[in-house]
């Protein structure tokens, strides 16, 4: 299952839930996002021919992060530019979440592992800016496909 959240008409998130499966390769990120998000099926004895990465100028204007949830369960707060809250998923182990746009916070329900990546170099508090999380009691959270 795939999950696009929208903020503003705007592509926030996507979330790859641990039961999604198709064969081939799927690619989950429009060509234009600095950080590209897929997804390959591929059996035994397929071969990924051997390959370097040429030298491409980018510009990265805003970090994207994916976040693979290893084990344990996590809730992502989204909110707007103007950091006003606008609702929750709960992210469970195996699931995928890029995160591309708006703001984003983040409540670990149960002990979790996550693996992060994102672009770098890492900039510092100039990467980012804070602001106080959504009160308990305000939290959406969306229908839980679980």
């Known amino acids: 299952m795939i999950e696009h959240i929208n903020i503003e008409n ?3 998130a996507i979330i790859i839930r641990r039961e999604y499966t198709t064969s081939g390769i799927q690619f ?3 060509d234009d996002f600095s950080q590209q998000l ?3 099926n591929r059996p035994r004895g397929y071969i990924i021919p051997p390959h370097v ?3 491409v100028v980018r ?3 805003y970090t994207k992060e994916v976040l693979f949830i290893k084990s344990g369960k996590v809730r992502v707060d989204f909110y707007d530019e103007k950091q006003q809250y606008l609702e929750s ?5 195996g699931d995928v979440i890029l995160l591309a746009f708006g703001g984003h916070g983040f409540e670990v329900l149960e ?3 996550i693996i992060e990546v994102k ?3 890492y900039a510092g508090e100039q990467d980012k800016t804070r602001f106080s999380p959504v009160p308990h009691s305000q939290v959406k959270v969306d229908d839980d496909p679980r």
């Open 10 to 12: 705007q592509l926030a």
């Open 53 to 55: 990465h040429n030298p």
């Open 59 to 61: 510009e990265v204007q």
């Open 38 to 40: 897929g997804y390959m």
């Open 111 to 113: 002990s979790s592992e």
């Open 28 to 30: 989950f990120t429009p």
């Open 89 to 93: 998923r709960n992210l469970y182990a």
């Open 119 to 121: 672009q770098g170099p």
